[in-house]
C-alpha cells in the first residue's frame, strides 16, 4: 500500500467494486481484504464474512474500499481521472464504467454503477490545454462541453479550427 491511499467508501459493495476496477482497468490487483468477524457489532449489511476493508491497486495507485454504509455517498466533488492513450482506450473505459446503471454526464465526466465520478481525459487534450493558443484552446473546451462521452477527432477539429 501507498503511504497515502484514496478510501472509498460503499454500502455494501466494496468487494464487487474494487474487483470491477481491477477487471475494467486490466492494471491493477487486489490485495489484503478485512472482512467483518463473527461477533460483528454493526447492523446489515454488514454480516460476518462481508469485506469491510479491500485493498487494491490501479495502474501503481493504491485505494482503499471500504462497507461503511449509507451514511455518505459520493460527490462530483472528487474524481477520479484517467488518461487515455486514443479514442478505443477511452470508449472501452467509458463503455464500462458506465454500464449496468453508470451514466455519461457533461464534459467527458461519468459516473460508475456505485455513483464514483469518473473524468476520462484524452492524452490529445492535455497536449492542446499546454499548448499556449487561447483561441485554440477555447474552440476545443468549447466542444469539450457539448460532448458527454469525449470524441478526440472531434476536439482535435475544434483546436485546429475546422469545422466537423
Known amino acids: ?11 455494501g459493495h466494496a468487494e464487487e467494486a ?18 467483518y468477524p463473527e461477533d460483528n457489532p454493526f447492523p446489515a449489511p454488514f454480516a460476518a464474512g462481508t469485506a469491510m476493508m ?13 462497507n461503511g454504509g449509507p451514511e455518505f455517498t ?12 486514443d479514442q478505443a482506450e477511452l470508449d472501452g473505459y467509458f463503455n464500462a464504467l458506465t454500464a449496468n446503471g453508470g ?10 454503477r456505485f455513483g464514483l465520478s469518473w473524468q476520462l481525459v484524452p492524452d490529445a487534450f492535455i497536449r492542446m490545454m499546454e499548448s499556449g493558443d487561447k483561441a ?9 462541453s457539448q460532448m458527454s462521452k ?4 472531434a476536439i482535435e ?6 469545422t466537423v
Open 74 to 85: 459520493f460527490s462530483e466533488a472528487i474524481s477520479l481521472s484517467v488518461i487515455c492513450k
Open 150 to 153: 469525449l470524441d478526440i477527432a
Open 18 to 35: 474494487a474487483n470491477f476496477y481491477v477487471d475494467t482497468f486490466k492494471d491493477g490487483s487486489i490485495g489484503s481484504i478485512g472482512r
Open 103 to 112: 451514466s455519461p454526464q457533461p464534459c467527458g465526466w461519468l459516473k460508475d
Open 136 to 144: 485554440a484552446i477555447g474552440r476545443a473546451m468549447g466542444a469539450v
Open 157 to 162: 477539429a475544434a483546436f485546429a479550427g475546422e
Open 54 to 66: 479491500v485493498e487494491f491497486t490501479l495502474f501503481g495507485q493504491s485505494y482503499q474500499a471500504l
Open 1 to 11: 500500500m501507498s503511504k497515502i491511499s484514496p478510501c472509498l467508501w460503499f454500502n
